[in-house]
């Protein structure tokens, strides 16, 4: 009985470190970061820079994920390799839509009506899409 009560107390005593309480005034200026950052969206897209909107977009959503994460959902605190695990992730993910949406942005010319090749698109029974005997 001895023994089962120590594994219980050195169990307890390892996840008795597991909590922690975060300050309310660094979870404010995250808030507060969090609608800078929202406000400094709404600016950029006002703004037409080009390509270049695109990928200040992806950076500030990046940024403003990593802020979430690290802090409202306390990896700050976890291992630092999670934190890089995380980070890099992000910034993968973000590079892979930017290349993304940049291709569609660069073939958009074709996709709109009126502005690339005139395609004409005839039914298969029409005389006008048989094929020429």
Known sequence: MDQLQADSASTHSAHSDLGHVVPVWLLAAVFAALIALTGLTVMAAQIDLGNLNLYLALAIAAIKASLVVMFFMHL???RPFNSMVFVGCLMFVTLFIGITLTDSKA???STIRGQGRDVV???LGSPEGSPAK
């Open 76 to 78: 700050y605190w976890d």
């Open 107 to 109: 073939n958009e010319a």
């Open 121 to 123: 698109h005839t039914p």
